[in-house]
Structures are given as C-alpha cells and as structure tokens.
C-alpha cells in the first residue's frame, strides 16, 4: 500500500539533541522525518481504525508486526522526489539558476594517505567544485543519476518546497494553567509548500483515506492511497557499481555495513562478493525516539545520512547473483531495516 500524507498545518520533527523546557530555549526540527517516525505513525493510525485490537499490541499477536516500509520520499504536485546523492557537486562559486550537476568519479589514490579506501571522488574534468547542501531531486533525474547521466539530472532546494516558521511558547503549570517561570521557548515548525510525504508499505492495511496524527503535539494529516511508483534499474555491464542510500541507514560498524570487513573492506552478501572501493558519506546523523511503553527516551544511535553512496567492486564471477536482485528497493541498515532504514537503490559508474 502507498499513501500519500498531507499536512493539515505546520509539523515539527525533532531531531536527535536533547530539548526540555527550562534547560534548553531552541527545538531544533528536521525535515523530513526519519522512517521510524512515519513507521510508529502508522502503526498508530491502524490501532485508531481497530480499536478492539489495541491490547494486541506489542505482544505475538500484534497485527502490525509484518509492517515493513519499503519506500519513503517527498511529492510535490505529481512529481517524487529523493535526497541528492553526496557524490553530485556543482562548480564552485556558481551562484544564481545554474543548476548544473557534476558526478564524481573514483580514482586511484596516488599518494599516501590515511583514507581507508584506495579510491578517492573527484570530477572528471578537474573542475573546482562544492557539495550542494539540503537539495533534492525527481524520480526522473533520479534515473538518471543512476544510469550515470549528469545532463539529465536537475534539482531544487529543500528551502524551496519546505517553509520554517518558528513558533514560540511557554510552559503552564498543570495544576494552576499559569505561566511557569523560566519555561520559555522555541520550536523551528515546517510548513510544506504543496509538498507531502509519501511511504510505501506491506504487511498492514489502512483505509483508502483518513486522518492520522504525525509529529511532535500529535499534529492531524490525511492521507490517501496512490498509485505505485517504480524506479527502474539501471543496466550494470561493468564490474563496480554504486549504492545509493534514500533513506538513513543503522550500521553496526558505524560507517559499514556488518557484512563488511573493517580491515580488507571485502564481504560477501547473500552470496555477492564485493570490495569497497570509495565512497561519499555526510555527517552522522543521531536516531533516537521516545518509547511509550517504557515511558522513557530510547537509546540514541549514529547513523550514515540519507544521500550516501559506496562504490563497490564485484569480485566474484556468479552471474546468477546480480547486485539488481540483492540491493535494487531494499533496505541494508544493520538496524530496523523493517522501520525504512537503509532503503537502497544501485547506480553505474563510468
């Protein structure tokens, strides 16, 4: 099931830091959510539609525990769209509407170096170049991207779709509803620009359409079954190719997939033989929650951000075990992979 979820007002999404009122006067939001926030959302909005199955939950006979998110991205109008894979840069001091895109390249590191990889990114024609910070781009350049073509890719801003507003409150006394002292603050709340977020689900049906709460203070939505949406994949005829991560990913190793090896960088997954050649990672990302059950904070964990890439090499020859059929729309975090964590599509390389 895919739905399309709509905001009814400004959301606020907290991210990792730690916010209690009258210690800390700034909330500072993200945007968008990380999969788990939308997971435990629907999860929620079942339980509201089936009310005499809510003391099911959390027990073996929980009916939301095949939920699997498989896919999570923004939609604006009809058009999807994914974070920018950190290895697309723009030349270097280009200000204004040139929007053009350059894909780094891997090769060999000529000097010596404490880098783990022996590959390093670069473009291929020495331009001097900048990463693009919080930018996006549409299923169709996506493809591209992909497919290793830099003409076809274009992409906007986040600031273009996504509008903060900040809001300012003060805490009350339970008891009396008066202003508390020292209890003042501010939250950075987002109000999105003919924007929605749109997840891709199994193992849990909703109604067609309906309302749902989302966000810190429980903020209403509707949401709506549509159509599917399917990136294809591209066409790998060499022996490297590429991974590109949606969604955040959980690694046990922090910045590596557990399958592989911290020292040699090789690894087998379900039966494909890789090396890690190079890779293009952004700052850590810290994945934390509150459990209601528990009544306490989950634990805080470091994950690789959304827009990552690695760069593989295939060592062995097995053509019946492709990197389309292990990698291709599936989900690689070490770590709640179930919530849309890790979600992972393949590119070529040139």
């Known amino acids: 099931m895919r739905i399309k979820i709509e905001a009814l007002d400004t959301l606020f999404f907290r991210d990792g830091k730690p916010f209690t009122m009258g210690a800390e006067t700034w909330g500072i939001g993200i945007f968008p959510p990380y999969p788990s926030v939308v997971y435990g959302a629907l999860r929620s909005a079942y339980f509201s539609c089936q009310i005499n199955r809510l003391k099911d939950a ?3 006979n929980d009916p939301t525990r095949g939920l699997k998110i498989k896919n999570f991205y923004l939609q604006q109008n009809t058009n999807a769209f994914y974070p920018l894979p950190l290895d697309c840069v723009k030349e270097k001091g280009v200000k204004g509407k040139n929007k053009k895109v350059y894909i780094l390249r891997p090769i060999e590191l000529q000097s010596i170096s404490n880098c783990p990889v022996k590959q390093l990114l670069r473009p291929i024609d020495e331009k001097k170049v900048e990463n693009i910070q919080d930018s996006w781009i549409d299923d169709d350049s996506l493809l591209s991207y992909l497919n290793c073509k830099e003409d076809g890719i274009s992409y906007i801003e986040l600031k273009d779709i996504v509008v903060s507003e900040p ?22 709340m987002k109000r999105l620009k003919d924007t929605a977020l749109v997840v891709d689900f199994e193992g849990m049906n909703l109604p067609k359409s309906g309302l749902m709460k989302l966000a810190g203070e429980g903020r209403p939505v509707h949401f709506e079954d549509i ?34 090896d911290e020292e040699t960088l090789a690894g087998e997954h379900e039966g494909l033989k890789l090396k ?11 994945i934390g929650g509150f459990d209601i059950n528990a009544g306490e904070p989950k634990p805080m964990r470091r994950a690789v951000p959304a827009g990552s890439v690695y760069y593989f090499k295939i060592l062995n020859k ?17 770590v709640d992979k179930e919530q849309g964590f890790g979600i992972t599509y393949v590119g070529a390389i040139q």
């Open 167 to 188: 809001k300012i409150g003060i805490g009350r006394n339970k008891l009396t509803h008066t202003a508390e002292d020292s209890m003042l603050y501010r939250v950075a």
């Open 276 to 286: 890690l050649i190079a890779s293009s990672i952004g700052r850590v990302v810290y």
């Open 58 to 60: 959390k027990t073996v």
């Open 227 to 260: 159509g599917n949406l399917e990136i294809k994949a591209p066409e790998i005829n060499a022996n490297i190719f590429k991974l590109y991560l949606s969604t955040p990913a959980i690694f046990k190793k922090g910045w590596l997939p557990e399958w592989i």
């Open 318 to 334: 097995d053509q019946n075990v492709l990197p389309i059929d292990v990698f291709h729309g599936k989900a690689i975090s070490d």
